[in-house]
T-cell receptor, first 110, second 113 residues
Framework: DAKTTQPTSMDCAEGRAANLPCNHSTISGNEYVYWYRQIHSQGPQYIIH???NNETNEMASLIITEDRKSSTLILPHATLRDTAVYYC???????????FGQGTRLTINP | EAQVTQNPRYLITVTGKKLTVTCSQN?????MSWYRQDPGLGLRQIYYSMNVEVTDKGDVPEGYKVSRKEKRNFPLILESPSPNQTSLYFC????????????FGQGTRLTVV
């Protein structure tokens, strides 16, 4: 699986959009981009995933650049409960595991 | 409610005393796996199971055993726990392993003294 690079930490004001970047410059054509988050030692929670098109669900939006070398997870109206570690994971179709890096610790400030 | 349930949530035990951490899912998922999480090392996969009676080693299987006798359950067994197995453990499941979301349990914090 391709390696991902994320900032160690980020801050965002409550009510604003949180934009979390992820670089995956070695991604290959059959690899998907997944985002999970982990709130204070709870089990990781799936957020969203995509291959090359932008994706949106009730939790977030995923913007993948045209060359697929980077992506951005957008939480449109961050709340205090969005404070968590966010993991960007690249995984090939059929790969049997998720490889978690160190993630980005996002803090939402009141 | 769809969920993965682990028990116990917290456990303190002594070196060498066999223990089992249970994991059960109610989503009829084929795929289940175990991870451990340690500071600075992230989440690492211990074992996984593609289906009933099919299990295989992950990245850090030493000191652990698993079984998959029925689809919903995937217990993690520590035959002779040691202090280096002190960790936060997570069980996960997914319907299959082709780009579907994984559901994680709430975790089991194990301390071996």
């Amino acid at each position: 699986d391709a390696k991902t690079t994320q900032p160690t930490s980020m801050d965002c004001a409550e009510g604003r959009a949180a934009n979390l970047p992820c670089n995956h410059s070695t991604i290959s054509g059959n690899e998907y981009v997944y985002w999970y988050r982990q709130i204070h030692s709870q089990g990781p929670q799936y957020i969203i995933h995509g291959l090359k098109n932008n994706e949106t669900n009730e939790m977030a939006s995923l913007i993948i650049t045209e060359d697929r070398k980077s992506s951005t997870l957008i939480l449109p109206h961050a709340t205090l409960r969005d404070t968590a570690v966010y993991y960007c994971i690249v995984r090939a179709q059929g790969a049997q595991k998720l490889v978690f890096g160190q993630g980005t610790r996002l803090t939402i400030n009141p | 409610e769809a969920q993965v349930t682990q028990n116990p949530r917290y456990l303190i035990t002594v070196t060498g005393k066999k223990l089992t951490v249970t994991c059960s899912q109610n989503m009829n998922h084929e795929y289940m796996s175990w991870y451990r999480q340690d500071p600075g090392l992230g989440l690492r996969q211990i074992y996984y199971s593609m289906n009933v009676e099919v299990t295989d080693k992950g990245d850090v299987p030493e000191g652990y055993k698993v079984s998959r006798k029925e689809k919903r359950n995937f217990p993690l067994i520590l035959e002779s726990p040691s202090p280096n197995q002190t960790s936060l453990y997570f069980c996960a499941s997914s319907s299959s392993w082709t780009n579907t979301e994984a559901f994680f349990g709430q975790g089991t914090r194990l301390t071996v003294v």
